[in-house]
């Protein structure tokens, strides 16, 4: 568990020093729901349109921080220092899922707000417990997908662009889940509950993902 | 005396294009291999398969008794790697990522601190690498090097930023001490500097040896000619 802490204390040290990802993130989601409230031309979005706004800026805004999860380390050398030392290499992807998950948590404090503000009909007072459980589950998803794909992608010349394209069509699953759980949430009428179903597909998501992800994960950073 | 490295017609190849091949060679433990030859020749690319950082494409590797890739979990840790990126983040303080580096290796925070000192970088080490000249750099990444106090240690032109007195300085952390000597691979582009320090010398060019044997019995204009 002290290398699990070192890895995080390290990525979160940088991200506090540097701000590369959070800052880029929350301005990049802003700007979609600014986007979103002149390009549908009507005043406020709820039910289905509502969660599918949310559910693909939040994937939108989070390709930002799978495009940076491993630059420095793939710039500066921290990749090789990581290899040399004698330690299970999981815990690098741990690590990297946790900090993902931290950066999106802090993107949400300002970006559902922000939804809520500029484009959501209801309010999300009542719904607040089950858009966070929604969220968490989602963002780990994310996290686990973007934690093993930018480790792939951090590595070849185009690596803005495959980083995004393996790991959407790998979210799709979760866009789908998240989607179908925000809709009764951000309904008009009021909110609804959550659809059991919608949820397990998400919680089996990523726990398949998860284990899936620390399976191949050693072998992935092997020359 | 035990064989901290031997090689068997080590080859590695990019796609096409062959780095290393036909390397054969045993180091006895504690001694100085010193590699020399162009850029390009092959000798960062040896380094990091010693480091376990690169698969041999072809023949054996063993080092420290472990044979590579298939037992690189052996040897990771035993050995210490000063290459041209000196693996430390930018945006940390050297001791910041010293202590990181530390809590990898298992190493006690106290060492970061001692050896920062050792490489006179005690008044800077809460600075960011990022305002450190390239002399300071390389001083930062020999203690990383040697933080774990390797086995071996692969040093890639080692004094390459240093002024003369930072060379000076480092020389004790990357020799070893008199009872306990490093097992060292050094490259160099030095033919008399590299030849006083080694106890074996390598000559590569286009990835194939040219040149190996006893650094006695090998002369500064034989490492000459490799570069013409």
Known sequence: MSVLAALLRKELRLELRTFESVPGMVLFSLTIFVVFHFGLDRASVEGDLAAGILVVTLLFAGMLGLNRLYVADEEQGGFDGFLLAPVDRTWLFVAKAIALFAYLVALEIVMVPAFALLLLEPGLGQALPELALVLALTNAGFAIIAALVGAIAVRTRARDLLGPLIALPLLVPVVIAAAGLLEPLLRETGAGGLDAKWLAILGLYDLVFGLLSVAVFDPLLED | ?228
């Open chain 2, 1 to 228: 005396m035990t064989t901290a490295i031997e090689l068997a017609d080590l080859g590695r190849a990019y796609g096409e294009r062959v780095a290393l091949a036909g390397v054969s060679l045993t180091l006895p433990a504690g001694s100085t291999l010193v590699v020399f030859g162009p850029n390009g020749a092959g000798k960062s690319t040896l380094l990091r398969i010693l480091a376990t950082l690169l698969r041999p494409t072809t023949g054996t590797v063993r080092v420290l008794g472990g044979e590579l890739p298939r037992e690189a979990w052996k040897v990771r840790g035993r050995v210490g790697l000063l290459g041209h990126e000196p693996m430390l983040y930018r945006e940390l303080s050297a001791r910041e990522n010293l202590r990181y580096h530390a809590r990898l290796h298992g190493v006690a925070a106290e060492r970061v601190d001692e050896l920062l000192d050792a490489v006179g970088l005690g008044a800077r080490a809460g600075d960011p690498i990022s305002t450190y000249s390239r002399g300071m750099v390389q001083r930062a990444a020999a203690a990383r090097a040697v933080l774990h106090d390797p086995e071996l240690l692969l040093l890639d032109e080692p004094r390459a930023n240093l002024d003369p007195a930072a060379a000076e300085a480092l020389e004790p952390l990357l020799t070893g001490t008199t009872e306990r000597p490093r097992t060292r691979v050094v490259t160099s582009h030095d033919p008399a500097g590299g030849l006083a320090e080694a106890d074996v010398a390598l000559g590569l060019r286009d990835g194939r040896p040219v040149l190996l044997g006893p650094a006695a019995d090998v002369t500064v204009e034989q490492i000459g000619a490799l570069y013409r």
